[in-house]
Nanobody, 123 residues
Framework: QMRLDQSGGGLAQPGESRTLSCATA????????LGWFRQSPGKEREFVAA????????SYADSVKGRFTVSRDNTKNTADLQMHGLKPEDTAVYFC????????????????WGKGTLVAVSS
């Protein structure tokens, strides 16, 4: 197990950009694939983006493709989710999560989760 610490959430206006970060002190970070998910009240937890352990393979939900970019730096044990052109529909609690055996778009496949950070997009 490792602890995933998240930062970067907060209030944003439509059209603005924000970057969410996910970090750990555990050196095993490089051995894990990572996903970003979000959840708003009354909705199922939704896949946002994922990145392989090497950073080469990436996947995005259609709703964020072209607006969000996932990246990672294994030398710093960190991963970022850059969000551009934010919309009110992006309002949710955003979670990062990792798993050891490949990228998945299904939240149930991830067993190690950050605590989440709220992104609220409104005018």
């Amino acid at each position: 197990q490792m602890r995933l610490d998240q930062s970067g959430g907060g209030l944003a206006q439509p059209g603005e950009s924000r970057t969410l970060s996910c970090a750990t002190a555990n050196p095993s970070f490089i051995s894990y694939d990572l996903g970003w998910f979000r959840q708003s009240p009354g909705k199922e937890r939704e896949f946002v983006a994922a990145i392989s352990r090497s950073g080469v393979d990436k996947s995005y939900a259609d709703s964020v493709k072209g607006r969000f970019t996932v990246s990672r730096d294994n030398t710093k044990n960190t991963a970022d989710l850059q969000m551009h052109g934010l919309k009110p529909e992006d309002t949710a609690v955003y979670f990062c999560a990792v798993r050891p055996f490949g990228i998945s778009i299904y939240s149930g496949d991830y067993t190690i989760w950050g605590k989440g950070t709220l992104v609220a997009v409104s005018s």
